[in-house]
Structure formats: structure tokens, C-alpha cells
């Protein structure tokens, strides 16, 4: 199985199950409530069917703002977030794991490359004692 690479678009030839695209994208709500422009966005790996990956931020958020995902991330077509701004639409090719971000002061989108994408942190017990196991 090839890997993808970050670094280049998403083509059919190089498409994997990690980089399929779904339709939605997590876009904060101060685009839309502030109607402040996106100016920082990454991919991570789809939690969903629907999800693309893509999430996408003001750069005005603060810590205790970006934990309260269920209320400050809205689910929003992809398609109608590119049509909002056009200058998405080549950058939302690229595979999990890319970054972007645009400078109030700069016109265009440049890549990031020392952001670490956050991860859900999902509690783990492994244990091979059977008694640790409920019964059914």
C-alpha cells in the first residue's frame, strides 16, 4: 500500500481511505458571527463519513473558545466555504497532516509546517487478565 505524501494534492491515483473526502468541514463560528475571514486552517484525519478533515479558524480564537468544539465549530459544506472564499479551493486538495495560514497583512496562503495538529485523546486499557472483562 503507498503512502501518501502531505505534501502533494489529493488525485485519484494517490487517494487513500485517510484521504477521502467527505463534504463537511469545522469552521468557527467567528466567521460567521463576527463575518471575520479564515485565515488558518489544517487537515486532520476524518473522524466520519461526512467529515473532510478540515478545520478552519480566525486566528482570534482563544484556548477557552477552541475547547468548546460542540459550540464554537460549525459543520459546513466545503463547497460553500470555498465559494465564500475562493482562495480555499486549491488548498483543500491536500492530504491530513497539511497547514495553512494567511497573515492579515498578506494577500496569500503560505504553508506551515511547525503546527501540531491537535488529536483526540481517547482513553485506552489494555489488559490481557480476563478477569478485567464485563460479563455479558
Not at 17 to 41: D, H, M, W, Y
Not at 51 to 78: C, H, I, K, S
Not at 103 to 118: A, C, L, M, N, Q
Request: charge should be negative.
Amino acid at each position: 500500500m503507498k503512502n501518501p505524501n502531505i505534501d502533494q494534492l489529493t488525485t485519484a491515483e494517490n487517494e487513500t481511505n485517510q484521504t477521502k473526502n467527505g463534504f463537511l468541514a469545522l469552521v468557527s463560528r467567528l466567521c460567521f458571527e463576527e463575518k471575520l475571514p479564515i485565515r488558518f486552517i489544517y487537515k486532520t484525519v476524518p473522524e466520519h463519513l461526512n467529515d473532510t478533515g478540515w478545520r478552519m479558524f480566525t486566528g482570534y480564537e482563544d484556548e477557552a473558545f477552541l475547547q468548546d468544539e460542540q459550540t464554537n465549530l460549525l459543520p459546513v459544506d466545503l463547497d460553500k466555504v470555498c465559494k465564500l472564499d475562493p482562495s480555499l479551493e486549491p488548498l483543500v486538495s491536500y492530504n491530513a497532516g497539511t497547514v495553512w495560514e494567511r497573515t492579515p497583512d498578506s494577500d496569500g496562503w503560505e504553508r506551515v509546517y511547525d503546527f501540531k495538529i491537535p488529536a483526540a485523546n481517547v482513553p485506552v486499557h489494555i489488559t490481557n487478565d480476563v478477569d478485567d472483562f464485563p460479563e455479558k
